[in-house]
Protein backbone atom coordinates (compact mmCIF):
# COMPACT_ATOMS: atom_id res chain seq x y z
CA UNK A 1 0.00 0.00 0.00
CA UNK A 2 1.13 3.28 -0.61
CA UNK A 3 1.28 5.14 2.79
CA UNK A 4 3.29 8.11 3.36
CA UNK A 5 5.44 9.04 6.31
CA UNK A 6 2.33 10.82 7.78
CA UNK A 7 0.28 7.74 7.68
CA UNK A 8 -1.52 8.75 4.75
CA UNK A 9 -2.62 6.10 2.23
CA UNK A 10 -2.97 7.00 -1.46
CA UNK A 11 -5.84 5.54 -2.87
CA UNK A 12 -6.61 8.04 -5.95
CA UNK A 13 -4.22 9.11 -8.84
CA UNK A 14 -4.57 11.87 -10.98
CA UNK A 15 -3.08 11.01 -14.77
CA UNK A 16 -2.19 13.80 -16.53
CA UNK A 17 -2.05 12.75 -20.51
CA UNK A 18 -1.31 16.50 -22.05
CA UNK A 19 -0.48 19.78 -21.02
CA UNK A 20 -2.51 21.63 -23.83
CA UNK A 21 -5.58 23.33 -23.49
CA UNK A 22 -7.62 24.58 -26.26
CA UNK A 23 -9.35 27.47 -23.53
CA UNK A 24 -8.13 30.30 -22.24
CA UNK A 25 -9.33 30.62 -18.76
CA UNK A 26 -8.15 33.77 -17.30
CA UNK A 27 -7.32 32.06 -13.85
CA UNK A 28 -4.70 29.42 -15.42
CA UNK A 29 -3.52 30.51 -19.33
CA UNK A 30 -5.62 33.94 -20.10
CA UNK A 31 -2.64 34.14 -22.57
CA UNK A 32 -3.32 30.51 -24.46
CA UNK A 33 -1.31 27.49 -24.43
CA UNK A 34 2.44 28.43 -25.04
CA UNK A 35 4.39 25.31 -26.34
CA UNK A 36 7.35 25.42 -23.80
CA UNK A 37 8.46 21.58 -24.49
CA UNK A 38 8.83 18.61 -26.51
CA UNK A 39 5.47 17.32 -25.49
CA UNK A 40 6.58 14.36 -25.55
CA UNK A 41 3.69 12.77 -23.98
CA UNK A 42 3.10 9.16 -22.26
CA UNK A 43 2.41 6.20 -24.81
CA UNK A 44 -0.78 4.22 -24.54
CA UNK A 45 2.03 1.24 -23.69
CA UNK A 46 4.00 3.97 -20.88
CA UNK A 47 0.22 4.45 -19.52
CA UNK A 48 -0.68 1.23 -19.09
CA UNK A 49 2.51 0.17 -16.92
CA UNK A 50 1.81 2.75 -15.01
CA UNK A 51 -1.56 2.21 -14.24
CA UNK A 52 -0.66 -1.54 -13.33
CA UNK A 53 2.14 -0.82 -11.20
CA UNK A 54 -0.16 2.24 -9.30
CA UNK A 55 -3.01 -0.77 -8.90
CA UNK A 56 -0.58 -2.88 -7.70
CA UNK A 57 0.54 -0.43 -4.83
CA UNK A 58 -3.34 -0.14 -3.81
CA UNK A 59 -4.39 2.77 -5.87
CA UNK A 60 -8.27 1.73 -6.72
CA UNK A 61 -9.36 5.11 -8.34
CA UNK A 62 -7.51 7.20 -11.86
CA UNK A 63 -8.63 10.51 -13.06
CA UNK A 64 -7.59 11.58 -16.61
CA UNK A 65 -6.79 15.01 -16.56
CA UNK A 66 -5.03 17.59 -18.68
CA UNK A 67 -4.44 20.25 -19.97
CA UNK A 68 -7.83 19.23 -21.51
CA UNK A 69 -7.32 14.83 -22.43
CA UNK A 70 -10.35 15.42 -25.40
CA UNK A 71 -7.40 16.94 -27.40
CA UNK A 72 -5.73 13.64 -27.47
CA UNK A 73 -7.23 10.75 -30.46
CA UNK A 74 -6.15 8.28 -28.26
CA UNK A 75 -8.39 9.22 -25.52
CA UNK A 76 -10.64 6.50 -25.54
CA UNK A 77 -8.24 3.80 -25.43
CA UNK A 78 -6.52 4.97 -22.32
CA UNK A 79 -10.04 5.30 -20.50
CA UNK A 80 -10.61 1.75 -21.46
CA UNK A 81 -6.62 0.76 -20.62
CA UNK A 82 -7.30 2.28 -17.23
CA UNK A 83 -10.66 0.75 -16.79
CA UNK A 84 -9.16 -3.18 -17.55
CA UNK A 85 -6.64 -2.78 -15.27
CA UNK A 86 -7.00 -5.63 -12.64
CA UNK A 87 -7.59 -3.55 -9.23
CA UNK A 88 -8.96 -0.12 -10.27
CA UNK A 89 -12.74 0.34 -9.30
CA UNK A 90 -13.18 3.90 -10.78
CA UNK A 91 -11.99 5.54 -14.00
CA UNK A 92 -12.57 9.44 -13.90
CA UNK A 93 -12.09 12.48 -16.23
CA UNK A 94 -11.62 16.13 -16.13
CA UNK A 95 -12.27 18.34 -18.92
CA UNK A 96 -13.45 21.40 -20.24
CA UNK A 97 -15.98 19.75 -22.25
CA UNK A 98 -15.64 21.74 -25.61
CA UNK A 99 -16.96 18.56 -27.35
CA UNK A 100 -18.77 16.58 -25.15
CA UNK A 101 -22.07 15.98 -26.83
CA UNK A 102 -19.44 13.98 -29.57
CA UNK A 103 -16.92 12.40 -27.09
CA UNK A 104 -19.44 11.31 -24.24
CA UNK A 105 -20.58 8.36 -26.56
CA UNK A 106 -16.79 6.77 -26.72
CA UNK A 107 -15.92 7.86 -23.33
CA UNK A 108 -18.89 5.54 -22.18
CA UNK A 109 -18.25 2.35 -24.53
CA UNK A 110 -14.57 2.67 -23.28
CA UNK A 111 -15.88 2.69 -19.60
CA UNK A 112 -15.90 5.83 -18.00
CA UNK A 113 -17.37 5.72 -14.45
CA UNK A 114 -17.35 9.76 -13.79
CA UNK A 115 -17.13 13.07 -15.62
CA UNK A 116 -16.02 16.51 -14.30
CA UNK A 117 -16.75 19.29 -16.55
CA UNK A 118 -15.63 23.01 -15.42
CA UNK A 119 -18.35 25.55 -15.76
CA UNK A 120 -17.48 28.93 -14.06
CA UNK A 121 -20.55 30.70 -14.99
CA UNK A 122 -23.93 29.57 -16.25
CA UNK A 123 -24.26 33.03 -18.12
CA UNK A 124 -22.92 32.51 -21.62
CA UNK A 125 -21.87 35.66 -21.56
CA UNK A 126 -19.60 35.55 -18.65
CA UNK A 127 -18.40 32.35 -19.70
CA UNK A 128 -16.76 33.37 -22.73
CA UNK A 129 -15.43 36.33 -20.98
CA UNK A 130 -13.59 33.57 -18.75
CA UNK A 131 -13.03 31.19 -20.70
CA UNK A 132 -12.54 32.58 -24.30
CA UNK A 133 -14.99 30.25 -26.30
CA UNK A 134 -18.74 30.36 -26.46
CA UNK A 135 -19.25 27.03 -26.09
CA UNK A 136 -21.90 26.77 -22.77
CA UNK A 137 -24.75 25.59 -24.58
CA UNK A 138 -23.21 22.79 -26.17
CA UNK A 139 -21.43 21.88 -22.83
CA UNK A 140 -24.73 21.74 -21.13
CA UNK A 141 -26.29 20.04 -23.81
CA UNK A 142 -23.62 17.39 -23.22
CA UNK A 143 -24.29 17.22 -19.45
CA UNK A 144 -27.81 16.68 -20.47
CA UNK A 145 -27.11 13.67 -22.90
CA UNK A 146 -25.07 12.08 -19.94
CA UNK A 147 -27.79 12.65 -17.50
CA UNK A 148 -30.07 11.12 -19.43
CA UNK A 149 -27.88 7.72 -20.00
CA UNK A 150 -27.77 7.60 -16.90
CA UNK A 151 -24.50 5.82 -16.38
CA UNK A 152 -21.58 8.79 -15.83
CA UNK A 153 -21.34 10.63 -12.52
CA UNK A 154 -21.66 14.08 -13.20
CA UNK A 155 -19.51 16.63 -11.66
CA UNK A 156 -18.86 20.29 -12.32
CA UNK A 157 -15.86 22.37 -11.31
CA UNK A 158 -16.53 26.16 -10.94
CA UNK A 159 -13.08 28.49 -9.83
CA UNK A 160 -14.90 31.05 -7.13
CA UNK A 161 -13.82 34.69 -8.72
CA UNK A 162 -14.73 37.70 -6.56
CA UNK A 163 -15.80 39.45 -9.66
CA UNK A 164 -16.95 36.88 -12.13
CA UNK A 165 -19.06 34.46 -10.52
CA UNK A 166 -18.36 35.15 -6.49
CA UNK A 167 -21.82 37.14 -6.62
CA UNK A 168 -23.68 34.76 -8.46
CA UNK A 169 -23.86 31.58 -6.16
CA UNK A 170 -27.76 32.04 -6.17
CA UNK A 171 -27.83 30.88 -9.95
CA UNK A 172 -26.22 27.72 -9.25
CA UNK A 173 -28.48 26.80 -6.81
CA UNK A 174 -31.05 27.23 -8.36
CA UNK A 175 -29.64 24.88 -11.15
CA UNK A 176 -29.43 22.35 -8.63
CA UNK A 177 -32.84 22.94 -7.32
CA UNK A 178 -33.73 20.16 -10.83
CA UNK A 179 -30.48 19.15 -11.65
CA UNK A 180 -28.98 16.04 -9.94
CA UNK A 181 -25.10 17.00 -10.31
CA UNK A 182 -22.66 17.34 -8.09
CA UNK A 183 -21.33 21.05 -8.08
CA UNK A 184 -17.84 21.94 -6.35
CA UNK A 185 -16.78 25.36 -5.53
CA UNK A 186 -12.73 25.55 -5.80
CA UNK A 187 -11.61 28.32 -4.34
CA UNK A 188 -9.09 30.11 -6.87
CA UNK A 189 -5.22 29.08 -6.00
CA UNK A 190 -1.98 30.57 -6.52
CA UNK A 191 -0.06 29.93 -9.03
CA UNK A 192 3.67 30.76 -9.96
CA UNK A 193 2.39 33.33 -13.01
CA UNK A 194 -1.21 34.20 -11.56
CA UNK A 195 -0.27 36.17 -8.17
CA UNK A 196 -1.44 39.48 -9.17
CA UNK A 197 -5.18 37.83 -10.49
CA UNK A 198 -4.90 35.71 -7.19
CA UNK A 199 -4.89 38.47 -4.84
CA UNK A 200 -7.76 40.28 -6.55
CA UNK A 201 -10.32 37.59 -6.96
CA UNK A 202 -9.90 35.10 -4.22
CA UNK A 203 -12.74 34.18 -3.10
CA UNK A 204 -13.46 31.83 0.43
CA UNK A 205 -14.99 28.75 0.62
CA UNK A 206 -15.74 28.79 4.27
CA UNK A 207 -17.99 31.83 3.79
CA UNK A 208 -20.07 29.80 1.49
CA UNK A 209 -19.89 26.33 3.34
CA UNK A 210 -21.16 28.52 6.19
CA UNK A 211 -24.26 29.99 4.60
CA UNK A 212 -24.73 26.18 2.99
CA UNK A 213 -25.52 24.99 6.65
CA UNK A 214 -27.62 27.72 7.91
CA UNK A 215 -29.33 27.16 4.81
CA UNK A 216 -29.69 23.47 5.93
CA UNK A 217 -27.26 21.73 3.78
CA UNK A 218 -25.92 18.82 5.46
CA UNK A 219 -22.22 16.69 4.89
CA UNK A 220 -22.15 13.97 2.94
CA UNK A 221 -19.89 10.85 4.11
CA UNK A 222 -16.85 10.83 2.45
CA UNK A 223 -15.16 7.89 0.74
CA UNK A 224 -11.71 6.83 1.23
CA UNK A 225 -11.00 7.07 -2.74
CA UNK A 226 -12.89 10.52 -2.90
CA UNK A 227 -11.30 14.14 -4.17
CA UNK A 228 -10.85 17.14 -1.39
CA UNK A 229 -14.09 18.35 -1.82
CA UNK A 230 -16.12 18.73 1.29
CA UNK A 231 -19.75 17.43 -0.07
CA UNK A 232 -23.01 18.85 1.33
CA UNK A 233 -26.78 17.78 0.45
CA UNK A 234 -29.92 18.90 0.78
CA UNK A 235 -33.46 17.37 0.60
CA UNK A 236 -34.92 19.73 -1.52
CA UNK A 237 -32.62 19.86 -4.04
CA UNK A 238 -31.75 16.78 -6.69
CA UNK A 239 -27.87 18.14 -7.03
CA UNK A 240 -25.18 18.38 -4.38
CA UNK A 241 -22.49 20.82 -3.68
CA UNK A 242 -18.61 20.48 -3.11
CA UNK A 243 -16.40 22.66 -1.50
CA UNK A 244 -12.28 22.37 -2.22
CA UNK A 245 -10.50 25.01 0.14
CA UNK A 246 -7.13 24.30 0.03
CA UNK A 247 -6.08 27.63 2.03
CA UNK A 248 -8.26 25.78 5.05
CA UNK A 249 -6.84 24.26 8.23
CA UNK A 250 -5.76 20.93 7.88
CA UNK A 251 -6.76 20.64 4.50
CA UNK A 252 -3.55 18.45 3.77
CA UNK A 253 -4.34 15.92 6.34
CA UNK A 254 -7.00 14.11 4.33
CA UNK A 255 -4.34 14.20 0.86
CA UNK A 256 -5.17 10.51 -1.04
CA UNK A 257 -4.24 11.24 -3.82
CA UNK A 258 -0.67 11.17 -6.12
CA UNK A 259 -0.15 12.93 -9.53
CA UNK A 260 1.77 11.67 -12.60
CA UNK A 261 2.41 14.82 -15.31
CA UNK A 262 1.93 13.87 -18.89
CA UNK A 263 5.50 13.48 -19.63
CA UNK A 264 6.00 10.99 -16.86
CA UNK A 265 6.90 12.72 -13.78
CA UNK A 266 5.85 11.73 -10.04
CA UNK A 267 4.18 14.59 -8.35
CA UNK A 268 3.84 13.93 -5.05
CA UNK A 269 1.87 17.31 -4.13
CA UNK A 270 -0.26 19.67 -7.22
CA UNK A 271 2.13 22.50 -5.62
CA UNK A 272 5.89 20.26 -4.76
CA UNK A 273 9.04 21.89 -5.91
CA UNK A 274 9.81 19.56 -9.09
CA UNK A 275 8.61 16.39 -10.73
CA UNK A 276 10.56 12.96 -10.14
CA UNK A 277 10.87 11.48 -12.96
CA UNK A 278 9.94 7.37 -13.93
CA UNK A 279 10.02 7.47 -17.45
CA UNK A 280 12.91 5.06 -17.11
CA UNK A 281 11.39 2.49 -15.43
CA UNK A 282 8.27 3.05 -17.95
CA UNK A 283 10.65 1.28 -20.51
CA UNK A 284 9.36 -2.14 -19.51
CA UNK A 285 7.32 -4.50 -18.89
CA UNK A 286 8.67 -5.51 -15.32
CA UNK A 287 7.49 -3.95 -13.06
CA UNK A 288 9.28 -4.10 -9.84
CA UNK A 289 11.84 -1.32 -10.55
CA UNK A 290 8.58 1.31 -10.98
CA UNK A 291 7.11 0.06 -8.23
CA UNK A 292 10.15 0.66 -6.04
CA UNK A 293 11.06 4.02 -7.48
CA UNK A 294 7.23 4.90 -6.72
CA UNK A 295 7.77 3.68 -2.91
CA UNK A 296 11.15 5.64 -2.70
CA UNK A 297 9.82 8.83 -3.73
CA UNK A 298 7.51 8.87 -1.32
CA UNK A 299 8.95 8.95 0.98
CA UNK A 300 9.89 12.97 -0.19
CA UNK A 301 6.04 13.99 0.19
CA UNK A 302 5.54 16.81 2.57
CA UNK A 303 2.92 17.72 5.31
CA UNK A 304 1.78 20.19 3.98
CA UNK A 305 1.41 22.69 0.84
CA UNK A 306 3.00 26.10 1.38
CA UNK A 307 0.37 28.60 -0.37
CA UNK A 308 -0.17 29.64 3.23
CA UNK A 309 3.78 31.10 2.37
CA UNK A 310 2.75 32.21 -1.06
CA UNK A 311 4.78 28.99 -2.31
CA UNK A 312 3.64 27.79 -5.00
CA UNK A 313 6.65 25.41 -6.16
CA UNK A 314 7.18 24.36 -10.00
CA UNK A 315 3.37 24.88 -10.61
CA UNK A 316 2.92 27.95 -13.35
CA UNK A 317 -0.15 27.20 -14.12
CA UNK A 318 -2.80 24.04 -13.48
CA UNK A 319 -2.48 23.35 -16.94
CA UNK A 320 0.63 21.69 -16.00
CA UNK A 321 -0.90 18.94 -14.01
CA UNK A 322 -4.97 18.94 -14.33
CA UNK A 323 -4.69 20.37 -10.80
Known sequence: MLTDNFGRRFYYLRLSITDVCNFRCNYCLPDGYQCDGNRDFLSLDEIQRLTHAF????????RITGGEPGLRKDLPEIIATCKQTPGIKKVAITSN???LPQHLPQWLDAGIDSINISIDSLDPRQFHAITGHDKLKTILQGIDMA???????IKVNTVLMREYNGYDIQTYLDWLKDTPVTLRFIELMQTGDNQE????????GSRIKQNLILDGWQPVIRDKS???AQEFFHPDYQGKIGLIMPYSKDFCNSCNRLRVSSSGKLHLCLFGD????????????DLTPLKARILSLLDDKKASHFLHDKLTGATKHLAMLGG
Do not use: M, N, Y
Request: no cysteine.
Open 55 to 62: AQLGTEKI
Open 97 to 99: GFK
Open 147 to 153: LADGRPD
Open 197 to 204: FFDAQHVK
Open 226 to 228: AGP
Open 274 to 285: QGLSLREQLQQD
